[in-house]
């Protein structure tokens, strides 16, 4: 099945290559085993779907990451199968966190209005499980673990542009892919996030960093893991948060557009009402925590293991892609 963790093990004298080849195994491995709960168990085992999208991720960050040593062919027919995973599994994600959040308030302020939207929410997620068995049994048929084994044999030294002495070392090549991951995120880190999509921005950044430290950990020291990943993780869930009650009313105004007047229409208008109360609160607890202060200790941990002074922008040999993060 691959390892369970996110951490990549890794050692700094280590091949590139040899690092992709495992970090890929490990985590389509993990996809696939995801998958299939989420098909054979209940939807209600809601983390099966919730690793199922992130391990998905992983694995698709891992391609990118390591893009120069991935045969072209064979890894865009994987991204592309990566893609039809997670959008199938992110809608269901979407409605399991949706019904979480409003299971609880139905046991914290119970309503009529939040019985019906709940029942709505219950609903809609049993319609999304569908493309999950969609997705899973066209992988079967195309004896999807037997491509993601040979997309791994076939993982060779770096190509191109990208064939140099740093690339084939992992040391150099993880500080120097770090670094492009890194600097757009301190960047975007220390603008005024005024909006809703300016948030969005950042919290993509955030997944570009958490995900490459997740590949590039074996490289630094305890301290990369134990407090500036923590760090990072913190920032992200945070953002997180204000990001559940953006997509909440977003589902909702969608349908109410498709639902006829009457209590279920009612009960949505009042589900877009406190999902905008609760986003303007997450937004107010974010911007006390989200300090000066703060902003200037990430820039500083970071610091501590990549120069994290922008130069010239990333070719895309030496730069991770960012289309694994919606």
Known sequence: MGSSSKWID??????????????????????????????????????NVHQLR????????????????IPKKRGRKMLKRMGKVRKAAGAARDCDVLLLRWADHMRHTPSSHTAL?????KQRRYAV????????????????????????????PARGRAKDACSQ???????????????????????ELHDAAAMHAFRIESKQVRYAME?????FDDRF?????????????????????????TYFAAWHAETEPGAVRAALEAGIEREQEDLE??????????????RADLSNWFQQYVDVQPDDPPTQADAPNRRYFG
Request: glycine share 4%.
């Open 10 to 47: 890794s050692r700094p004298d280590e091949s590139a290559r040899h690092v992709a080849r495992r970090a890929l195994k490990g985590h389509l491995a993990r996809m696939w085993h995801f998958l299939e709960l989420a098909v054979c168990e209940s939807p209600e085992e809601t983390e």
């Open 54 to 69: 992130v391990f998905s991720r992983r694995a698709v960050a891992v391609i990118d990451t390591f893009e120069a040593c």
């Open 117 to 121: 939207l709940t029942e709505q929410i």
């Open 129 to 156: 499980q569908a493309p999950i068995e969609k997705i899973h049994a066209k992988l079967t048929r195309q004896q999807f673990m037997r491509r993601a084994s040979e997309l791994v044999k076939r993982i060779r």
């Open 169 to 191: 070392q992992f040391e150099c090549f993880a500080r120097t892919a770090l670094k492009h991951a890194v600097v757009p995120y301190l960047e975007a880190a220390g603008r």
């Open 215 to 219: 590949i590039f950990g074996g490289v």
């Open 225 to 249: 893991r134990r407090e500036l990943y923590p760090l990072v993780e913190m920032l992200q869930d945070r953002l997180g948060r204000i990001n559940d009650h953006v997509t909440a009313q």
């Open 281 to 294: 609160a997450s937004r107010r607890d974010f911007f006390d925590w989200w300090t000066p202060n703060r």
